[in-house]
């Protein structure tokens, strides 16, 4: 009943209606029947008295009594009927009690049955589902035992190149260190080799400057020699045709820009010795200035003062240079330096004027 009632909950207002229904018939019958029999058996009279009518009372009294069997005839027919629709009706209630309880017992078996197949259905479904599952996972296992091979074979084939790879990067390394050895051997001996070239060319070098520096003395003082009485000649004609126009000029000559040469001995020098002492202070002067490039970014007005040696060739004596007052601009004092240097030889007299410019003091003024 409870499967019907989940499946068709419409059919318990039915049968609760239809049952009302019988009850309430049953109910009606029973109060007919009732009225009927009590009217066959003691039928309602109404007491009247009629005046001044005793033919009338008679009357009644006699068709009261005449009809009291048939109304109790009738009332058992009657009742007989009634009795017989009850057992019919409840016959047809037991049938239809019987009938639903067949039809309910029929219903809870196909719902039994169908509740069976649907549960069967399930377990199939499920037994499939699990099989399935089931062999899911086996193919899914042989799956991840095939990538697991495949991997560990990958893994395995890597690891073969790695080494491979490791072992030629190994040999190249070292071939490459043999090489870099072999190399640096190589250059070494080519570097102690060129090393051995270069200081041999350096000792040819030295010797060849040596020789030539040697020969250069002689001859430096060959030629000195041979100049001297050319030189002296020459300036004391120069000297005696230009001595009044140095006179005149010796005061302009003070107050040129060109550098000041002190002599070694200036004391007791004539006229004419003193104008020729003036005459190579200019000169020198002039000939220094022309071999000195003034440095870029440096101010006017800078002097410098070297203590210098020189030879009767106007060459200055290695090593004697020597700075006695500085600029106080490095690059200056060594641009004046370089400019002394690459003006040998110095103009300087011969003779006994010599002696005045052998050692003396330069300041050069730009």
């Keep these: 009943m409870l499967q019907i009632l989940r499946r068709d909950p419409g059919a318990l207002y039915w049968s609760l209606g239809l049952h009302l229904l019988f009850a309430l018939l049953l109910f009606v019958g029973v109060r007919f029947t009732q009225d009927a029999s009590n009217g066959g058996d003691r039928p309602r009279v109404v007491q009247a008295s009629v005046l001044g009518d005793p033919a009338l009372s008679a009357r009644v009294q006699e068709v009261r009594e005449r009809l009291d069997p048939e109304a109790r005839a009738e009332a058992e027919r009657r009742a007989a009927e009634e009795a017989a629709r009850r057992e019919a009706e409840r ?15 029929e219903a809870a078996r196909r719902e039994a049955e169908r509740q069976a197949a649907a549960a069967r259905a399930e377990a199939e479904r499920r037994a499939a589902e699990e099989a399935a599952r089931r062999e899911a996972e086996r193919q899914a296992a042989a799956a991840r035992a095939e990538a697991e091979r495949r991997a560990a074979e990958e893994a395995a084939r890597r690891e073969a190149e790695r080494q491979a790879a490791a072992a030629r990067a190994e040999a190249e390394r070292r071939a490459a260190e043999e090489a870099a050895r072999r190399e640096a051997e190589r250059q070494a001996a080519a570097a102690r080799a060129e090393a051995e070239r270069r200081a041999a060319e350096e000792a040819a070098r030295r010797e060849a400057e040596r020789q030539a520096a040697a020969a250069r003395q002689e001859r430096i003082a060959r030629e000195a020699e041979q100049m001297a009485a050319l030189e002296q000649q020459r300036f004391e004609d120069e000297i005696a045709r230009e001595a009044e126009r ?5 005061a302009e000559t003070a107050r040129r820009s060109s550098p000041v040469v002190a002599g070694g001995g200036g004391g007791g020098l004539s006229s004419a010795e003193q104008r020729q002492v003036d005459y190579y202070k200019g000169a020198i002067g002039d000939r220094v200035r022309q071999h000195f490039a003034y440095p870029p970014g440096m101010s006017e007005g800078l002097s410098v003062e070297f203590e210098v040696r020189v030879t009767s060739a106007g060459y200055i004596v290695p090593g004697s240079v020597a700075m006695q007052r500085s600029s106080g601009t490095p690059a200056f004092d060594q641009a004046a330096l370089a400019a002394l240097w690459r003006a040998e030889p110095l103009p300087v007299p011969t003779g006994a004027l010599f002696d005045q410019f052998r050692e003396f003091t330069f300041t050069f003024r730009p």
Excluded at 93 to 103: D, M, Q
Excluded at 246 to 250: S, T
């Design 91 to 105: 016959q047809a209630a037991a049938a239809r009690a019987e009938a639903e309880r067949r039809a309910a017992e």
């Design 246 to 250: 140095l006179e005149a000029e010796a």
